[in-house]
Nanobody, 120 residues
């Protein structure tokens, strides 16, 4: 299971850190990804990190502003979001790939999302 949390209301230029708590199956051979769905738009990829560590991957729209990291001891993955923009407003989800998956997927386990609202 995965559960995203940490969303809220923030002013443009501010920061938020989202958490993705994992439980149940082992994710050591999976990647954890962050996705978002803005009102009226399709879900889009935001960032991903291998559970075992290594190269992270970001969408161009968040590169340089967002950072994903993991704490294996806490079974938690984080998404640090800086310099937030109104267009970052969305429901954010974390997801895990199948065992042996890579940063691009396939993602087969999804958590409930957390709403991030950025005011201008």
């Amino acid at each position: 299971q995965l559960q995203a949390s940490g969303g809220g209301l923030v002013q443009a230029g501010g920061s938020l850190t989202l958490s993705c708590a994992t439980s149940g199956r082992t994710f050591s051979s999976s990647a954890i990804g962050w996705f978002r769905r803005a009102p009226g738009k399709e879900r889009e990829f935001v960032a991903a990190i291998p559970w075992s560590g290594g190269t992270t991957y970001y969408a161009d729209s968040v590169k340089g502003r967002f950072t994903t990291s993991r704490d294996n001891a806490k079974n938690t993955v984080y998404l640090q979001m800086n310099r937030l923009k109104p267009e970052d407003t969305a429901v954010y989800y974390c997801a895990a790939t199948i065992t042996g998956g890579n940063l691009l997927g396939p993602y087969d386990s999804w958590g409930q999302g957390t709403l991030v609202t950025v005011s201008s």
